[in-house]
């Protein structure tokens, strides 16, 4: 393949799923990671995608950036359904637990529907109205009020003021990038104030990210890595995350992407 072709593909990439790595990329079309970095450096001096570590995203897509639920909704299915899948193992009958808002959450809570007795506390409207439409009756929803956001969170004051009087068994956390320095992060400054009160309120903090959410900051940090004392993610994540994320948070759960994927060995931590 011609490198003009190659960049061709890079870009359909980028603007389908919102962001690439740079060893995926080299996977994918059977070159180096060198020839990837080359490739992204001429995509984004022509403007055409802007350059993260270890990988590209759409152009535009700084740290105060936040797509929408609808957009993010269709990007890493099989990996978001992975992670859910193991999310749904560490929750028990009769317990209260707490979702934040995004994709991944909403993925869990279709899974928890059939969970008897549970207390559930969302600021995701995707979250409580797959609850409300399918959950038991036994089961107790629970929805803060608060300013909506692009990714329908409900945050600010009111949502921070109901979550604090709260004391929950767990807290399963969705967030808009890893990164070693700035922790888990978020786009939106209230958002991030809501997810830490939730944090506060829980007894156990589960975060819930996809390998392309490492090395993405967006401009609020909600905590550091270490304060997880459990993070889920899927196995395209890079050895050099998957080391780094083993020595910060309690323990690191790797799921198969999709069928046919193989793992290395499942929990590290």
């Known amino acids: 393949m011609l490198a003009r072709q190659r960049q061709s593909a890079i870009l359909d990439r980028v603007r389908t799923a919102g962001g690439v790595r740079v060893g995926e ?14 490739d992204l450096e001429t995509l984004h001096d022509r403007g055409l995608l802007a350059k993260v570590h270890g990988g590209a995203t ?14 993010k909704s269709v990007r890493q299915l099989p990996e978001k359904e992975a992670i859910a899948a193991r999310a749904a193992g560490l929750v028990r009958p009769g317990a209260a637990v707490a979702l934040s808002a995004g994709t991944t959450t909403a993925a869990l809570a279709r899974r ?3 969970v008897p007795g549970l207390t559930v506390v969302t600021n995701s409207l995707p979250a409580v109205e797959i609850l409300h439409a399918g959950g038991r ?26 979550i604090r009087s709260l004391h929950l068994d767990l807290l ?29 309120a829980a007894d156990r903090l589960v975060v819930l990210a996809d390998h392309t ?25 890079t050895p050099e995350a998957r080391r780094l994320l083993s020595d ?13 994927r193989a793992t290395d060995g499942g929990t590290t931590g």
Do not use: C, Y
């Not at 900051?217 to 993070?231: C, F, K, M």
């Open 248 to 260: 910060e948070v309690g323990e690191l759960m790797i799921v198969p992407a999709g069928p046919g």
């Open 137 to 162: 009756s036994d089961q107790t929803v629970i929805l803060t009020g608060g300013v909506r956001t692009p990714s329908d969170a409900l945050v600010g004051p009111l949502a921070v003021t109901a």
């Open 58 to 71: 759409v152009t535009g897509a700084g740290s105060t950036d936040e797509p929408g639920f609808r957009a």
């Open 213 to 237: 959410k490492w090395g993405t900051v967006g401009i609020s940090s909600i905590v550091p890595l270490s304060s997880a004392h459990v993070l889920v993610s899927d196995d395209r994540l």
């Open 112 to 114: 928890l529907v059939d």
């Open 25 to 38: 990329l080299a996977a994918a079309f059977g070159v180096s990671d060198m020839t990837i970095r080359r």
């Open 172 to 200: 399963f956390l969705g967030v808009h990038g890893i990164s070693e320095r700035a922790g888990f992060t978020t786009p939106n400054l209230m958002e991030a104030e809501t997810d830490r009160a939730l944090v506060a």
